[in-house]
């Protein structure tokens, strides 16, 4: 049956824009919000959508047929900018008598790429201003696999761009310059599955280098950071196709990390047309089209705009579940985002390859302290009662071990193994040993025993914001993979309590770290 034209609103920030859409994109206008010196004001801002939301409206309608449902940007955003657009949809849905519908922008972002590339079941690297989240559909939503835990890509990189004078937005000016640098080192800060900038930033401003060499590295090294964690979570999930979404995702270093990952990898890659990149009213029209054929529509009352709303809390209605994996594992080796793990006479070896998209001396230099310290950690957490393999020999690439032969935690959650766990991760922690990259592919369950391997990104702290962090990433991904995440966490704290003195004051900090993930 056929729907008929979506009009979507988006506002939830810097550019007002709205969309006609049905089979295809029929018309689009945008009127973006400049300020005069600095970033985003809100207030500002929204008061330039007041501005000129109408003239926008009427230039995509004219001409065109009348919408059969009305879509808008229902968060995250700017709260002053969300409710100048839910204002205006509500309106327009009342006077056409149609449909209301309310789109999360994050999820917009997602469908608008699917559409573009024609990609069925994507990996997705939304990478905007004030979001960078990997993301990727299991179970009837989109779930947020990794994340900063600070601030956005697009934000990190405006906020070093006002630091320098440069112009607003910082992006495409820092890409300028970066053309004619050279690589110096700056803070790399990858924990698990999820990332930030604030370090990263900071050392940049205060580098005494020239300009170009600073706008070179802080791309060289955010970036890498980001291609790191969208490959973990191909490798964890076993998907074979990458989207890149966002405003930030226009530029060309960050797609030639991105295709050259893929490529390493053997997966496809697709960067939207431009003017779906950024945010804009196609996306918000597209997604409520596909909502809507779904049967996703608001009552009125159900429509106030939701600054914090987060792509994990939409139900996706208009998906089926995709097919489970045909890539079937090696008996000899295994992948993972960063190492090949090779099997062979009771030993595994964990070599690092080099990454391509890297810059070599990052590169190196990541290779080397991964590799001294995850031999260094594995031997003191064996000593603090956590099961490790054996280390039978170093090399400073390659670390061999005993080959524990067993089955992944990710493979048979259950409550009773989350609760060993936690009592691993307890002790883990009283040690003061940080594992960095607790996923449930790095516990491996042999003989009924749990046993925790790979500590490619562990430290030592004494840090409760660390070890929170470290807990967090743990929380992420059974809340990304398991139905029962609820139940299998409360497992975990269990037994964490058993074995961590602190454990109240680091699960109380894990909790504000997952506030911290909201729209900032």
């Known amino acids: 049956m056929k729907i008929g034209p979506v009009l979507g609103i988006e506002g939830t920030a810097w550019n007002l824009s709205a969309a006609l859409f049905d089979d295809d994109l029929i018309k689009l206008v945008s009127h973006p919000y400049k300020p005069v010196q600095g970033g985003i004001h809100p207030r500002e801002a929204a008061q330039h959508h007041a501005s000129v939301i109408t003239s926008v409206i009427e230039e995509v309608l004219k001409g065109n047929p009348t919408p059969v449902a009305v879509a808008f940007s229902q968060g995250p955003g700017l709260g002053p900018c969300l409710r100048i657009v839910g204002t205006a949809a509500r309106a327009l849905a009342l006077s056409f008598d149609v449909p209301l519908i309310g789109v999360n922008h994050c999820v917009a972002h997602v469908e608008i790429g699917r559409f573009a590339s024609g990609f069925d079941d994507p990996i997705v690297l939304y990478a905007s201003g004030a979001n960078t989240q990997v993301l990727g559909y299991l179970q009837g939503r989109y779930r947020i696999f990794g994340e900063t835990l600070d601030i956005g890509i697009g934000n990190a990189i405006d906020k070093f761009a006002r630091s320098q004078g440069l112009p607003h937005p910082g ?9 004619n640098g050279s690589y110096l080192p700056l803070p790399y800060t990858v924990k698990g599955m999820d990332l930030a900038f604030s370090g990263l930033v900071s050392a940049a401003k205060d580098a005494s280098a020239p300009l ?15 291609t790191e964690v969208t490959e973990r979570a191909l490798s964890q999930t076993g998907k074979d196709q990458l989207i890149l979404v966002g405003g930030v995702g226009m530029n060309k270093r960050l797609q030639e990390m991105l295709s050259c990952m893929c490529e390493d990898r053997d997966a496809a890659f697709s960067v939207p047309i431009p003017q779906y990149l950024g945010d804009n009213g196609a996306m918000i029209a597209y997604t409520g089209r596909i909502m809507l054929e779904s049967g996703s529509v608001l009552p009125v009352e159900q429509s106030q705009v939701n600054p914090s709303y987060r792509a994990d809390q939409v139900e996706v209605t208009w ?20 190492a090949i793990v090779r099997f062979c006479d009771g030993a595994a070896s964990k070599i690092r390859v080099s990454k391509r998209y890297r810059h070599p001396e990052l590169d190196r230099r990541l290779i080397a302290e991964r590799t001294r310290a995850e031999a260094r950690l594995i031997a003191e957490a064996r000593k603090a009662g956590v099961r490790t393999p054996i280390i039978r020999e170093i090399t400073p690439d390659t670390i061999v071990m005993e080959h524990i032969d067993g089955v992944k935690l990710k493979e ?20 003061q040993i940080v594992h960095g990259d607790l996923t449930t592919c790095n516990f491996l369950i042999h ?10 990104l562990a430290g030592t702290s004494s840090e409760i914001e660390h070890r929170g962090v470290d807990i967090h990433v743990l929380f992420q991904v059974l809340e990304s993979t398991s139905k029962e995440s609820d139940i299998l966490k409360e497992a975990f704290i269990q037994g964490y309590r058993e074995k961590m003195p602190l454990a109240d004051e680091i699960l109380n900090r894990e909790h504000e770290i ?7």
């Open 412 to 431: 048979c959650l259950s409550p009773e193994l989350l609760e060993e766990t936690g009592r691993m991760v307890g002790k883990l922690h009283a040690a």
């Open 447 to 456: 003989d009924g025993k749990t046993w925790l391997i790979d500590f490619g």
């Open 212 to 226: 170009e060499d600073v706008c070179y590295s802080l791309q060289e090294t955010a970036f890498a950071m980001c």
């Open 319 to 338: 998906r089926e579940e995709p097919p489970a994996s045909d890539r079937h594992p090696d008996t000899y080796n295994a992948r993972g985002a960063e």
């Open 171 to 179: 992006g495409p000016e820092v890409e300028r310059i970066a053309k």
């Open 514 to 520: 997952e506030l911290r993930g909201r729209y900032l």
